[in-house]
């Protein structure tokens, strides 16, 4: 036993802390996102107010994602994680007893939630951007395993853990637990020692300056470049219709109960989980940035059938899709971190959480639109022919660069090398 513990990634103190906070954290994310969908319906909101509600989260965190690389690049990313965990620990506090006075208006719950989407803003560059800083490249695949899962695990405990407390109690509970965890994240956040990258820049914070001196290193590499656009794609066909088009797909076309809606949008988090679990004993030849593209296309395709109105097809369908991203977010996070400088890693990644921020409120705000005008099933179906297009648009620059000097990005270099 104390063999394995030594051989295992949970043998390094840091990685370990920061693993718990932040698993706690994201499951409490998982209580808040059931726990937004709650409070609407209780307020006579509907798909719009859904809409608007996730729009409210995500376009404050898609302009402090510019800045948020830029900081992370001067300061110390686990400096950044744990005042960004406490500051969202205040704002759903106060979410809490604006909830408990019978106080809260939709407008205040846009404010409240832009406050969260703005601290979230420089949370993720620094989420994304620690890893390598916490363990040895030998060790960064099977790290970013792990700590790209805890979202997707949050997905699937949460929602179906926070269904069934809220409800056994209250919404307000719901948001109590998110709230804790949010805490506990934090201090675990200020116990955790990372190595720096002390640069001679330190002092200077030139935002635009810096900003555009990580952009054009994204832009200027093509393999970065033509990857990024096809995970912005594919977040545009997946994440309107799996968090605001499902709910109400469950509701009304598969006629679950609003307590058992959790289940159904957990299975994308379990298959998720899965399929970065499943990463290591992959081949190394199929761990490669052209099998992303693959990957994105099968995605389209299972994707497909959650527009057939069954509850079991509709569970598998999204948990196959979710296995697939699963492996191939590793993919795109791990070749993304082993061939970037450390000291450009924060820009780089903001970059790289822009690109999958950045179609979320387009995203959500046409999947509430359209949920108004068409039927629940042909959202998926348009959702899914976008998916597969978007991984075949990829495959085919990855044949046209089949010349160039980073072809071994496509095919023959792995994971870490």
Known sequence: ?????????????????FFFGQSLSTIGDGFQQIAIIYLIFDMGGRGSEMAFSQLSLFIPRIFILLLGGVVVDRLNARQIIWTTDLFRFIVVTILVLFIAFDSLSFPLLYILLSLSGF????????????????????????????????????????????????SHFDVSTGFIVNALTYLIASLTGILIRNKEIITDRIKELH????????????????????????????????????????????????????????????????????????????????????????????????LSFVAIPSLWVVILAVGLVGTLNGISSIIMISKIQSNILMSNLGRT?????????????????????????????????????????????????????????????????????
């Open 1 to 17: 036993m104390k063999r394995l513990m030594k051989n295992s990634i949970f043998a390094n103190k840091n990685f370990s802390l």
């Open 119 to 166: 601290a979230s803003g420089l949370f993720y560059p620094a989420f994304n951007a620690i890893v390598p800083s916490l363990v040895e490249v030998t060790e960064l695949e099977r790290a970013n395993a792990w700590v790209q899962s805890i979202s997707q695990a949050a997905i699937f405990i949460g929602p179906p853990l926070a269904g069934l407390v809220i």
């Open 207 to 302: 935002i635009l300056k810096d900003f555009l001196e990580g952009f054009q290193q994204v832009w200027n590499a093509k393999w970065i470049r033509t990857i990024l656009l096809v995970n912005l794609l594919g977040g545009l066909a997946v994440v309107g219709p799996l968090q605001i088009i499902l709910p109400l797909y469950s509701k009304e076309v598969l006629g679950i109960e609003t307590s058992q809606m959790g289940i159904v949008m957990a299975t994308f988090g379990i298959g998720s989980v899965l399929g970065m679990m499943m990463i290591s004993r992959l081949k190394t030849e199929y761990k490669t940035i052209r099998m992303f593209y693959i990957l994105e296309i099968f995605q389209g395709v299972i």
């Open 349 to 417: 990644m903001s970059i790289v959480s822009l690109a999958s921020f950045g179609a979320v409120p387009i995203s959500q705000v046409l999947s509430g639109w359209i949920s108004e005008m068409i039927p629940l099933n042909f959202v998926f179906v348009f959702s899914a022919f976008l998916l597969f297009i978007s991984g075949l648009f990829g495959v085919i620059i990855s044949k046209r660069n089949s010349s160039d000097k980073t072809q071994k990005l496509y095919d023959n270099e792995t994971i870490g090398g």
